[in-house]
Protein backbone atom coordinates (compact mmCIF):
# COMPACT_ATOMS: atom_id res chain seq x y z
CA UNK A 1 0.00 0.00 0.00
CA UNK A 2 1.32 3.48 -0.77
CA UNK A 3 -0.26 6.61 -1.18
CA UNK A 4 0.72 10.42 -1.29
CA UNK A 5 0.12 13.87 -2.16
CA UNK A 6 0.94 14.77 -5.86
CA UNK A 7 4.05 16.02 -6.61
CA UNK A 8 3.85 17.63 -10.18
CA UNK A 9 0.98 19.79 -11.59
CA UNK A 10 -0.21 17.58 -14.30
CA UNK A 11 -2.78 15.41 -13.18
CA UNK A 12 -2.61 12.63 -15.53
CA UNK A 13 0.91 12.37 -14.76
CA UNK A 14 0.79 12.42 -11.32
CA UNK A 15 -1.63 9.57 -11.58
CA UNK A 16 1.16 6.86 -13.73
CA UNK A 17 3.78 8.50 -10.92
CA UNK A 18 1.51 7.14 -8.25
CA UNK A 19 0.88 3.85 -10.12
CA UNK A 20 4.39 3.45 -10.39
CA UNK A 21 5.46 4.22 -6.95
CA UNK A 22 2.47 1.84 -5.59
CA UNK A 23 3.57 -1.00 -8.25
CA UNK A 24 7.19 -0.76 -7.39
CA UNK A 25 7.23 -2.08 -3.97
CA UNK A 26 6.14 -5.60 -5.49
CA UNK A 27 8.31 -6.23 -8.31
CA UNK A 28 11.09 -5.20 -5.61
CA UNK A 29 10.03 -8.59 -3.96
CA UNK A 30 10.67 -10.57 -7.72
CA UNK A 31 7.07 -10.92 -8.30
CA UNK A 32 6.44 -10.48 -11.78
CA UNK A 33 2.57 -11.26 -11.48
CA UNK A 34 0.73 -8.47 -10.12
CA UNK A 35 -3.27 -9.60 -9.93
CA UNK A 36 -4.97 -6.19 -9.41
CA UNK A 37 -4.18 -2.59 -7.89
CA UNK A 38 -6.91 -1.12 -5.75
CA UNK A 39 -6.88 2.81 -6.26
CA UNK A 40 -7.11 4.62 -3.17
CA UNK A 41 -7.75 8.68 -3.42
CA UNK A 42 -8.62 11.87 -1.69
CA UNK A 43 -10.02 14.35 -3.43
CA UNK A 44 -11.07 17.70 -1.76
CA UNK A 45 -14.54 19.26 -2.53
CA UNK A 46 -13.64 21.97 -4.49
CA UNK A 47 -11.66 20.12 -6.30
CA UNK A 48 -12.76 20.08 -10.13
CA UNK A 49 -14.18 16.21 -11.58
CA UNK A 50 -11.78 16.88 -14.48
CA UNK A 51 -8.52 16.88 -12.66
CA UNK A 52 -9.81 14.09 -10.64
CA UNK A 53 -10.70 12.17 -13.76
CA UNK A 54 -7.35 12.99 -15.34
CA UNK A 55 -5.23 11.27 -12.45
CA UNK A 56 -7.45 8.10 -12.22
CA UNK A 57 -6.80 7.81 -16.22
CA UNK A 58 -3.15 8.44 -15.59
CA UNK A 59 -2.99 5.36 -13.04
CA UNK A 60 -4.94 3.44 -14.96
CA UNK A 61 -3.12 3.70 -18.33
CA UNK A 62 -0.02 2.84 -16.49
CA UNK A 63 -1.57 -0.34 -15.13
CA UNK A 64 -2.89 -1.32 -18.25
CA UNK A 65 0.80 -0.95 -19.99
CA UNK A 66 2.05 -2.91 -16.94
CA UNK A 67 -0.39 -5.74 -17.75
CA UNK A 68 -2.34 -5.31 -14.95
CA UNK A 69 -5.52 -3.53 -14.04
CA UNK A 70 -7.87 -1.96 -11.56
CA UNK A 71 -9.96 -4.11 -9.72
CA UNK A 72 -11.64 -1.37 -7.43
CA UNK A 73 -10.61 1.11 -4.73
CA UNK A 74 -11.77 3.52 -2.45
CA UNK A 75 -12.30 7.56 -2.55
CA UNK A 76 -12.58 9.66 0.52
CA UNK A 77 -13.10 13.61 1.31
CA UNK A 78 -9.61 15.09 2.04
CA UNK A 79 -8.44 18.55 2.68
CA UNK A 80 -5.58 17.71 -0.30
CA UNK A 81 -5.48 15.65 -2.81
CA UNK A 82 -4.15 11.91 -2.47
CA UNK A 83 -3.48 9.29 -4.47
CA UNK A 84 -2.25 5.69 -4.29
CA UNK A 85 -3.07 1.87 -4.08
CA UNK A 86 -2.83 -1.28 -2.66
CA UNK A 87 -1.62 -4.16 -5.10
CA UNK A 88 -2.18 -7.61 -5.32
CA UNK A 89 0.89 -9.64 -6.77
CA UNK A 90 1.18 -13.96 -6.46
CA UNK A 91 4.10 -15.45 -7.29
CA UNK A 92 6.07 -18.77 -6.47
CA UNK A 93 7.85 -19.18 -3.63
CA UNK A 94 11.52 -19.43 -5.33
CA UNK A 95 11.02 -16.65 -7.12
CA UNK A 96 10.24 -14.01 -4.21
CA UNK A 97 13.20 -11.86 -3.21
CA UNK A 98 13.80 -9.81 0.42
CA UNK A 99 15.94 -7.77 1.75
CA UNK A 100 17.81 -10.83 3.37
CA UNK A 101 20.00 -13.29 1.57
CA UNK A 102 23.03 -10.73 0.18
CA UNK A 103 26.06 -12.74 0.28
CA UNK A 104 30.08 -11.77 0.60
CA UNK A 105 31.59 -10.98 -2.41
CA UNK A 106 28.10 -9.32 -4.20
CA UNK A 107 27.62 -6.49 -6.50
CA UNK A 108 24.88 -4.34 -5.51
CA UNK A 109 23.26 -2.87 -9.04
CA UNK A 110 20.87 -0.31 -9.22
CA UNK A 111 18.25 0.53 -12.03
CA UNK A 112 17.69 4.04 -11.81
CA UNK A 113 19.83 7.38 -10.97
CA UNK A 114 18.83 9.28 -8.12
CA UNK A 115 17.67 12.95 -7.09
CA UNK A 116 14.36 13.23 -7.97
CA UNK A 117 13.64 14.93 -4.48
CA UNK A 118 15.75 17.38 -5.35
CA UNK A 119 14.58 17.97 -9.19
CA UNK A 120 10.88 18.26 -7.48
CA UNK A 121 12.20 21.21 -5.29
CA UNK A 122 13.40 22.81 -8.32
CA UNK A 123 9.87 22.48 -10.02
CA UNK A 124 8.37 23.97 -6.96
CA UNK A 125 10.45 26.84 -7.49
CA UNK A 126 10.29 27.52 -11.07
CA UNK A 127 9.97 29.75 -12.46
CA UNK A 128 9.10 32.73 -9.08
CA UNK A 129 12.78 32.28 -7.52
CA UNK A 130 14.90 30.62 -10.57
CA UNK A 131 16.77 33.84 -10.88
CA UNK A 132 18.63 32.90 -7.57
CA UNK A 133 19.88 29.77 -8.75
CA UNK A 134 23.42 29.28 -10.80
CA UNK A 135 21.89 26.95 -13.76
CA UNK A 136 20.58 28.01 -17.30
CA UNK A 137 16.60 27.59 -17.74
CA UNK A 138 16.96 24.69 -20.66
CA UNK A 139 19.04 22.86 -17.40
CA UNK A 140 16.32 22.93 -15.35
CA UNK A 141 13.79 22.30 -17.84
CA UNK A 142 15.93 18.95 -18.49
CA UNK A 143 16.66 18.18 -14.54
CA UNK A 144 12.58 17.96 -13.74
CA UNK A 145 11.80 16.36 -17.25
CA UNK A 146 13.98 13.47 -16.26
CA UNK A 147 12.92 12.96 -12.74
CA UNK A 148 9.56 12.98 -14.11
CA UNK A 149 10.47 10.31 -16.49
CA UNK A 150 11.95 8.01 -14.22
CA UNK A 151 9.37 8.27 -11.99
CA UNK A 152 7.20 6.84 -14.05
CA UNK A 153 9.29 4.17 -15.45
CA UNK A 154 8.25 0.48 -14.34
CA UNK A 155 10.77 -1.37 -12.56
CA UNK A 156 8.88 -4.41 -13.75
CA UNK A 157 11.70 -4.04 -17.24
CA UNK A 158 14.40 -4.38 -14.31
CA UNK A 159 12.62 -7.34 -13.12
CA UNK A 160 12.01 -8.81 -16.52
CA UNK A 161 15.33 -7.84 -17.23
CA UNK A 162 16.62 -10.36 -14.61
CA UNK A 163 14.48 -13.05 -14.64
CA UNK A 164 15.39 -13.27 -18.43
CA UNK A 165 19.23 -13.17 -17.65
CA UNK A 166 18.20 -15.78 -14.72
CA UNK A 167 16.64 -18.15 -17.60
CA UNK A 168 19.76 -18.16 -20.17
CA UNK A 169 22.20 -18.53 -17.49
CA UNK A 170 19.90 -21.34 -15.84
CA UNK A 171 20.23 -20.23 -12.12
CA UNK A 172 18.64 -17.63 -10.07
CA UNK A 173 21.99 -15.00 -9.84
CA UNK A 174 20.05 -12.61 -7.24
CA UNK A 175 20.36 -13.10 -3.68
CA UNK A 176 18.26 -9.77 -2.12
CA UNK A 177 16.62 -6.88 -3.64
CA UNK A 178 14.60 -3.82 -2.58
CA UNK A 179 13.62 -0.26 -4.13
CA UNK A 180 14.82 3.03 -3.55
CA UNK A 181 12.19 5.50 -1.98
CA UNK A 182 11.86 7.13 1.21
CA UNK A 183 14.86 6.58 3.40
CA UNK A 184 17.71 7.16 0.61
CA UNK A 185 20.51 4.50 -0.83
CA UNK A 186 21.98 4.20 2.63
CA UNK A 187 18.55 4.07 4.38
CA UNK A 188 17.39 0.64 2.02
CA UNK A 189 21.15 -0.54 2.09
CA UNK A 190 21.04 -0.51 5.75
CA UNK A 191 17.91 -2.44 5.86
CA UNK A 192 19.85 -5.33 3.29
CA UNK A 193 22.79 -4.96 5.24
CA UNK A 194 20.79 -5.70 8.62
CA UNK A 195 18.24 -8.66 7.16
CA UNK A 196 21.91 -10.10 5.37
CA UNK A 197 24.23 -9.79 8.52
CA UNK A 198 26.81 -8.12 6.06
CA UNK A 199 27.87 -4.54 5.29
CA UNK A 200 27.34 -2.79 1.90
CA UNK A 201 29.98 -0.27 0.74
CA UNK A 202 28.35 2.28 -1.24
CA UNK A 203 31.05 3.56 -4.02
CA UNK A 204 29.25 5.00 -6.42
CA UNK A 205 26.13 7.57 -6.41
CA UNK A 206 24.39 8.09 -9.94
CA UNK A 207 22.98 10.98 -9.63
CA UNK A 208 20.36 12.79 -12.27
CA UNK A 209 22.65 15.70 -13.28
CA UNK A 210 22.06 18.48 -11.32
CA UNK A 211 20.63 17.14 -9.08
CA UNK A 212 24.14 17.20 -7.09
CA UNK A 213 24.04 21.19 -7.26
CA UNK A 214 20.32 21.40 -6.08
CA UNK A 215 20.62 18.76 -3.30
CA UNK A 216 22.88 20.74 -0.69
CA UNK A 217 20.36 24.31 -1.67
CA UNK A 218 17.53 22.38 -0.45
CA UNK A 219 18.60 20.82 2.59
CA UNK A 220 18.54 17.42 0.57
CA UNK A 221 20.94 14.78 1.94
CA UNK A 222 21.19 13.12 -1.84
CA UNK A 223 25.22 13.14 -1.52
CA UNK A 224 25.09 11.71 2.17
CA UNK A 225 22.78 8.97 0.62
CA UNK A 226 20.05 9.72 2.56
CA UNK A 227 17.91 11.41 0.06
CA UNK A 228 14.07 10.60 -0.23
CA UNK A 229 13.24 9.11 -4.21
CA UNK A 230 9.67 8.68 -5.17
CA UNK A 231 9.34 6.05 -7.33
CA UNK A 232 13.32 5.11 -7.39
CA UNK A 233 15.35 2.06 -8.95
CA UNK A 234 15.53 -1.62 -8.25
CA UNK A 235 19.02 -2.26 -5.32
CA UNK A 236 19.78 -5.34 -6.05
CA UNK A 237 22.50 -7.89 -4.84
CA UNK A 238 23.60 -9.73 -7.31
CA UNK A 239 26.46 -12.63 -7.68
CA UNK A 240 30.02 -11.17 -8.73
CA UNK A 241 30.58 -12.58 -11.91
CA UNK A 242 27.26 -11.80 -13.98
CA UNK A 243 27.71 -8.26 -13.01
CA UNK A 244 28.37 -7.20 -16.81
CA UNK A 245 25.67 -9.28 -17.93
CA UNK A 246 23.39 -8.05 -15.91
CA UNK A 247 23.75 -4.26 -17.04
CA UNK A 248 23.84 -5.14 -20.68
CA UNK A 249 20.58 -7.64 -20.07
CA UNK A 250 19.01 -4.25 -18.23
CA UNK A 251 20.16 -1.93 -21.05
CA UNK A 252 18.35 -4.49 -23.66
CA UNK A 253 15.37 -3.85 -21.41
CA UNK A 254 15.74 0.23 -21.54
CA UNK A 255 17.01 0.83 -18.09
CA UNK A 256 19.91 2.18 -16.47
CA UNK A 257 22.65 -0.37 -14.82
CA UNK A 258 24.79 1.01 -12.10
CA UNK A 259 27.25 -1.10 -10.08
CA UNK A 260 26.95 0.99 -7.12
CA UNK A 261 28.50 -1.07 -4.40
CA UNK A 262 29.60 -4.53 -2.66
CA UNK A 263 28.89 -6.79 -0.05
CA UNK A 264 31.39 -7.28 2.26
CA UNK A 265 31.44 -9.55 5.73
CA UNK A 266 30.58 -7.23 8.19
CA UNK A 267 27.72 -6.35 11.10
CA UNK A 268 24.89 -5.11 8.56
CA UNK A 269 25.62 -1.87 8.24
CA UNK A 270 25.95 -0.12 5.46
CA UNK A 271 28.53 3.29 4.41
CA UNK A 272 29.34 5.02 1.96
CA UNK A 273 33.42 4.83 0.19
CA UNK A 274 35.74 7.68 1.66
CA UNK A 275 36.72 7.66 -2.58
CA UNK A 276 32.78 7.93 -3.38
CA UNK A 277 32.42 8.37 -6.99
CA UNK A 278 29.19 11.06 -8.13
CA UNK A 279 27.86 9.76 -11.28
CA UNK A 280 25.92 12.46 -13.59
CA UNK A 281 23.33 11.10 -15.69
Known sequence: VDVFTPIVDDPYIQGRIAACNSTSDVYA????????????????????????????????????????????????LNPWPL??????????KEDILTKGG????????????????????????????????????SEREEIINKAIE???????????????????IGKKIAHAMTDITGFGILGHGNEVAKESKVDIEIHTLPVIKGSDYLAPLFGHPLLEGYGAETAGGLFISIEN?????????????GCYGFEVGKVKSGIGKAYLSENLKILKV
Open 29 to 76: MGVLDITGVLVIMGIPETLPVEVSKKMLMGFQDFCREDNTSIIGGHTI
Open 83 to 92: IGGAVIGVGA
Open 102 to 137: AKEGDKILLTKPLGTQSAMALSRVEPEYSDLLDIEK
Open 150 to 168: LMSFSNKKGLLALRKLEEE
Open 241 to 253: EYVEDMIDMLHKY
